[in-house]
């Protein structure tokens, strides 16, 4: 299938864009690089919307379902079908809920399909979300859960004006804070539209009245001065702040224009301005897998686990799936069946499902994600006053070093230095952990000199390598520069998931807008069950 034309921002060349697309891919995975694109006009997708629960109580008395995967599609289909009436029973091959919402703690287990062993070592507090880590505050479903359920939320500190921005092509190498990449650039911006407004070039374009309103707009935006000129601003932050006595604030001066348009440094900076990155942003208390296992604590003996599915067959009244428990084969049958597996492992299991189905499955393509977490004692916070968000390296095979936001002012904390997609760009060259784990350790001491020794026990998360995963999230076909600009998976496989094949629905955040968030995975698994629900009314 061939992809989509598509249109682009003029100016923008496909160097420009790929690059651009990467470094959200690096601070946002998937999810930012698809819902950027949509906004650069490169995909066209339909808005999410919000499912309204159409099962009426007792409407599933004597219907069977069976769930296949406990994540959170699984666990959502579980929950709504339960509370009509259905008789519900999910299969998970793990021995925790939850998929890829997983959390690493000290004592977790983190296992490679290819032998690869590590054990977490960190202190009983602390924690890496191995998977998602935020929940957008326009994500209203799974807020909505959290509520339901009793899940407590505290912020998700996702951008902060304290973190840094680092390239060797400007400022010799160092690091500057976002506050005033930000704010230098804006004011400058804003004394160059005031100078073009005052010599007459967009008389055109502007009123008499809306000149004197735009100068006065800019004057304010840029913090310019009375003949708008941009001088330095204290938005920007200090040398040193005042203080008691004779101490009084001296102003950074300004950094060069010139030098911020060769840092490039606008495509990190504008990340917190995409709408599913906008503050404020969440977490649950503790660790993302509150959730899942807040789901998985009313669900009760619903859930079976460490039974992996190993068969899917149609039947005269239903489905029927083989399942493995311990050594022994078991099965199960059931009107209906929800399919919440990865594609990634659907590939493996032997079904009868229909061509379109079949077809679909072989044309989906999931891609790796990987997460480097270290313990390290909280010299970010104490030495360089960031508290949450994100610094960003230019040119570096890790790009990201994400701040905790949890604890914060306590003794120690988790560190994520790097998390972008595996297999793409400088770190896929990277061929043993240690390698990687280097990569990591440098980035942090490229944006913190002196620090980057202080990390310790480090964890690395390549979720195309983890076992009932093999993937992160559907991507592209063909991996590469252009990969981000590909939309067959929604031109194609992902109309077919949409549809059920016979009595067999299938449900995840492949099977939304949303890839990659929670929030698709519960909405996809809502319109599922209210398909079903549907049918069973009509029967």
């Not at 040193?240 to 060069?256: C, F, K, M, S, T």
């Not at 252009?482 to 496989?493: L, Q, R």
Request: charged share 20%.
């Amino acid at each position: 299938m061939n992809p989509p034309k598509t249109r682009g921002r003029p100016g923008m060349t496909s160097a420009t864009r790929r690059e651009f697309l990467k470094r959200v891919g690096d601070a946002g995975g998937f999810a930012a690089v698809f819902s950027t694109m949509h906004t650069l006009g490169l995909v066209s997708a339909p808005e999410a919307h919000a499912e309204e629960i159409k099962l009426p109580p007792h409407s599933g008395k004597g219907v069977k379902v069976v769930i296949l995967g406990c994540g959170i599609a699984g666990l959502v289909s579980a929950y709504e079908l339960g509370k009509a009436g259905y008789s519900c029973t999910v299969l998970e091959a793990r021995g925790r809920p939850g998929g890829r919402n997983w959390t690493v703690r000290g004592g977790t287990k983190i296992e490679f399909i290819d032998g690869n062993v590590q054990t977490s070592e960190w202190g009983v507090e602390n924690y890496l979300n191995a998977g998602p880590a935020r929940l957008p505050s326009i994500h209203k479903t799974i807020l909505g859960y959290c509520r339901e359920l009793g899940v407590p939320l505290e912020v998700e500190v996702n951008t902060s004006r304290s973190t840094l921005l680092v390239t060797d092509k400007a400022f010799d190498g160092k690091p500057i804070e976002q506050r005033q990449a930000i704010n230098d650039t804006r004011g400058h911006v804003s004394e160059l539209l005031a100078k073009c407004i005052n010599q007459h070039a967009l008389d055109q374009d502007l009123s008499k009245e809306d000149h004197d309103r735009m100068l006065e707009f800019l004057r304010i935006y840029g913090d310019l001065k009375p003949d708008y000129s941009f001088q330095g601003s204290a938005r920007s932050g200090a040398v040193h702040i005042g203080g008691a006595g004779p101490v009084v604030q001296e102003l950074r001066p300004p950094l060069d224009m010139h030098a911020l348009l060769d840092a490039n440094f606008w495509r990190n900076v504008m990340f917190e301005e995409m709408l599913d990155m906008q503050a404020t942003m969440f977490q649950p208390v503790g660790g993302m897998d509150r959730i899942p296992h807040a789901f998985a604590k009313k669900l009760g003996s619903v859930v079976k686990y460490k039974s992996p599915v190993a068969e899917i067959r149609k039947t005269s009244a239903g489905v029927r799936v083989v399942y493995m428990h311990g050594t022994a084969k078991k099965q199960i049958e059931a009107d209906y069946c929800i399919c919440a597996l990865p594609i990634s492992i659907l590939q493996s299991i032997p079904n009868d499902f229909s061509p379109r189905i079949q077809a679909a499955i072989k044309n989906t393509t999931y891609m790796g994600a990987y997460k480097i977490g270290w313990e390290s004692k909280r010299f970010w916070e104490r030495d360089f006053n960031i508290y949450g968000g994100i610094s960003y390296v230019m040119n570096a095979p890790v790009g990201v070093v994400w701040y905790p936001s949890a604890r914060m002012m306590s003794e120690n904390g988790v560190l994520v230095a790097g998390y972008s997609i595996e297999g793409f760009g400088p770190f896929s060259e990277l061929t043993t952990v240690d390698a990687k784990l280097d990569a990591s350790r440098a980035a942090v001491e490229k944006l913190h000199p002196g620090y980057g020794s202080k990390l310790t026990k480090p964890i690395y998360v390549n979720w195309g390598k983890i076992p009932y995963n093999l993937g992160a999230w559907v991507g592209p076909p063909h991996p590469g520069p252009n990969a981000f600009m590909d939309n067959s998976y929604y031109e194609g496989p992902y109309k077919e998931f949409c549809r059920p094949d016979d009595r067999i629905y299938f449900a995840g955040d492949h099977c939304s807008h949303l890839g990659a968030w929670q929030e698709g995975a519960a909405l996809a698994a809502l319109r599922t069950v209210n398909m079903i629900g549907d049918r069973v009314r009509t029967a």
